[in-house]
């Protein structure tokens, strides 16, 4: 900082009684974000403090509490995730979130028009978090490209993180209640305004839905659908004026009609006649994929990351519905990057050596002689329950000794003592980093399987057991492998436990039966119908009849066309002569 700078009081402060921070990184439209340590874990994060003003409005920080719990609560692999929230010392709210790196999709959208591969992968995974979100009645309001940031995790590139969600419903006015804007909050951003938005109706999951039109058109075109450098004429487009042909905007990008209309659908005027909710926008794009050329989808799907990551979104430039309201100088001060997003991420990614991960681990390596009389001390503390004595203890260890493996897994179960899953499961997996022993350990693993129950730790927690610690969560693996109706976690489970000789654990007829049901294309059936018949087991006979019996014996099936199973009749018969003789 030079002597021009004047001096943030922040810096150096400890907030929440955990967070001292280190440096101010940048500011948006609701306050400064600053990068941070965890005083016990020496952790790096990042903190969003809110402008103070907004923590003297009464309403505002009842809302700010109520979506701020929320929020936290959305455990997904494409949502940045809050971890932590509160009020520093003067009584200034803040939110807490993990550094992380990457590029905003506004970035790579500047570079021109995507191949059509790639924004349907984005595009789905956007999806994918929009719909787990709004099935916890969290609805984003303010989605758009700055919104949302692509990471590189080894060798999966693209990966979604969302930021924001829940932001913009806090600054909204509620019925009955006074503006928030008075205070000058400002929210939606024109470009991605649903017209219900605009109109400053009420809004709902498929005004999401229309800002992800939005995004997949300028993804696709390299141009979004509305735009101007009056706001407001921006907003009557959205209200009058049908969206342009993605194929006439960008005809050298070779856009197949197929996926043309589900765009055009996503930006329909009406929201009665848009997707009913984000799995219809995804289906849609999965049936136009089946009538596309096979280089259009042959799009690498992005999985969840080996760990998971923890971020909490900075607040973005926002702009008045009711544009119209503003004073003029108002008016003319909003811009599309009047407020500078800020993101800083940083990933916390576990290799995972599978060869190691699918032995049993050795035993911890024992503490140093000149620190285990101290770790035996925070011990019997934690044994006792004295949170205070223990995180005292960590702290001081932590300080002396930070590569200490035993530390940081003292760490982990201090912080699910107190009820924060989150913090837990990073300290164990810096514990396993640090030695390969505590993977085996009965308390960690126990924890660890405890935050698997957990459905905003969950995903994090599965993970790890796959990525971090291996043949020792086997139990806690077959579990999953074997209950639920989320296919993509079950197999996940089932692949983890195949690779580390545990495959027997799985039911892979129930399984195979999930996959079956769940199949959108004759070719997925056919290969899971061949290895119903490679088990070898006699359970799968009644339910490859069962399909048997749904095949519409007529034209349309012999042509393998409609919904029906004709199209499997050589593969059934095959499959069922090959159960029988096995019986026999």
């Not at 003003?53 to 009464?58: A, F, I, P, V």
């Not at 229309?210 to 004429?233: C, H, N, Q, W």
């Not at 971020?311 to 003029?328: D, E, H, K």
Request: aromatic share 4%; net charge neutral; hydrophobic share 40%.
């Amino acid at each position: 900082m030079d002597a021009s700078t004047p001096h943030d009081p922040l810096i150096g402060a400890v907030v929440g009684e955990r967070y001292r921070i280190v440096s101010r990184l940048g500011a948006g439209g609701m306050g400064a974000v600053y990068r941070a340590q965890h005083t016990m874990m020496r952790k790096e994060l990042a903190i969003k403090v809110l402008r103070p003003e907004l923590g003297g409005l009464d309403e505002f920080v009842r809302r700010f509490e109520r979506e701020a719990d929320s929020v936290s609560r959305l455990a997904h692999p494409n949502i940045i995730s809050v971890t932590d929230f509160g009020r520093t010392g003067t009584g200034a709210l803040f939110l807490v979130m993990e550094l992380l790196a990457g590029q905003s999709l506004t970035s790579a959208i500047a570079r021109g028009p995507m191949p059509s591969a790639r924004a349907l992968s984005i595009i789905r995974q956007i999806l994918r978090a929009l719909h787990h979100a709004h099935g916890s009645g969290v609805v984003h309001r303010d989605l758009k490209p700055d919104n949302v940031m692509l990471v590189e995790l080894g060798d999966e590139t693209d990966v979604v993180k969302i930021l924001d969600f829940g932001i913009a419903k806090v600054t909204e006015p509620e019925a009955g209640k006074e503006t928030l804007t008075q205070a000058g909050v400002i929210f939606g951003t024109p470009e991605y305004l649903s017209p219900e938005q605009a109109l400053g109706e009420s809004v709902d999951a498929r005004a999401d839905l229309y800002a992800a039109g939005v995004i997949l058109f300028e993804m696709l075109t390299g141009r979004r659908p509305f735009d101007s450098e009056d706001k407001i004429k921006i907003l009557s487009m959205h209200l009058s004026q049908p969206p342009p042909r993605p194929s006439v905007v960008a005809p050298r990008a070779d856009i197949a009609p197929a996926f043309e209309r589900v765009v055009l659908q996503a930006l329909e005027k009406s929201r009665e006649r848009r997707f009913e909710d984000a799995a219809a926008f995804l289906q849609a794009l999965d049936d136009a994929a089946h009538q596309t050329p096979r280089t259009v989808r042959s799009h690498p799907e992005t999985v969840a990351p080996r760990w998971t990551w923890r971020v909490l979104p900075t607040a973005a430039t926002a702009v008045l519905r009711r544009i119209p309201q503003l004073p003029r100088r108002t008016r003319a001060g909003i811009g599309i990057g009047a407020a500078g997003l800020l993101v800083v991420l940083i990933v916390a990614v576990g290799s995972g050596d599978h060869r190691a991960l699918d032995a049993a681990p050795p035993p911890p390596t024992p503490p140093a002689p000149a620190v285990a009389p101290a770790l035996q001390r925070i011990e019997a503390l934690l044994g006792a329950g004295d949170v205070n004595g223990a995180r005292a203890g960590i702290e001081q260890q932590m300080a002396e000794h930070p590569r200490d493996a035993r530390v940081r897994y003292l760490a982990g179960r201090l912080a699910f003592l107190q009820a924060r899953p989150g913090e837990g499961l990073g300290a164990y997996r810096e514990a396993i980093v640090l030695d390969a022993g505590y993977r085996g350990d009965p308390v960690l693993v126990s924890h660890v399987r405890r935050a698997l129950e957990d459905p905003r730790h969950s995903e994090a927690a599965l993970g790890m057991m796959i990525n971090a610690i291996g043949l020792p969560a086997r139990d806690a693996l077959a579990g999953v492998a074997n209950e639920g109706y989320d296919l993509d976690r079950r197999q996940r489970a089932a692949d983890a436990l195949d690779r580390m000789g545990e495959g027997k654990l799985v039911d892979k007829v129930e399984l195979l039966d999930l996959g079956l049901r769940k199949a959108e294309s004759c070719e997925e059936r056919k290969v899971i119908v061949g290895k119903l018949r490679d088990t070898g087991d006699a359970r799968a006979i009644p339910i490859l009849k069962g399909l048997r019996r749904n095949a519409v014996d007529n034209f349309v099936a012999r042509l393998g066309l409609g919904s029906s199973n004709g199209c499997l009749q050589k593969e059934l018969k095959e499959a069922l002569d090959g159960l029988e003789e096995a019986k026999k």
